[in-house]
């Protein structure tokens, strides 16, 4: 196990059927306690993911490719997830993050801010339904590599720092050495 208090997230990014995905996520239950399916079937399968929903007892998400309100929408309405995943770099920025925020508060579920942990912060700290917010150590690594204002992970927490603009960040001087040609 990996300890107490900690909960173990598996991402199939759209890889199963959805018979494939409730056999997989019944032993991943059984086996290793997992809480949290992301993507079982590719998140354009509303059919498959409520499949999978109904016949598994633990969170299903998926939405990290939505590129507009009508795409988290049409999930919603569907009972496709128990979780909305929303990334503000493809979604159409912050006001449509927010708007698909709102129609997910307004279905009484939770969000999830797919990546870019740093763009997601701020706008997330305005929203009540939001769960968490997705932290890789790649973009953890490369946002301080090329950026000033990143925002420290303290015990598990980003917290905006409200004396900058925006989202807080600005080039690194020296971030040219790293440009890929």
């Given at each position: ?34 809480s ?31 590129d ?39 279905r ?7 990546c ?66």
């Amino acid at each position: 196990m990996i300890g107490s208090g900690i909960e173990l997230f598996v991402d199939a990014n759209g890889a199963c059927s959805a018979h494939q995905a409730v056999r997989l996520g019944h032993h991943m239950i059984d086996r290793y306690d997992v809480s949290w399916f992301e993507e079982p079937v590719s998140s354009d399968d509303l059919d498959g993911l409520r499949e999978v929903r109904r016949h598994l007892p633990i969170d299903v998400t998926a939405g990290e490719y939505g590129d507009h309100e009508s795409y988290f929408a049409r999930m919603l309405a569907a009972d496709a997830v128990d979780c909305l995943q929303i990334d503000v770099t493809r979604c159409g920025g912050y006001t449509s993050w927010l708007r698909s925020a709102a129609l997910a508060a307004a279905r009484n579920l939770e969000i999830s801010a797919h990546c870019a942990p740093n763009l997601h912060a701020p706008v997330a700290a305005a929203v009540p339904n939001l769960r968490h917010i997705e932290l890789f150590h790649d973009h953890r690594r490369a946002d301080g590599l090329l950026f000033e204002g990143v925002l420290p992970v303290v015990c598990g927490r980003m917290t905006p720092d409200p004396t900058r603009p925006g989202h807080g960040m600005v080039l690194r001087s020296d971030a040219e050495r790293y440009r890929i040609t």
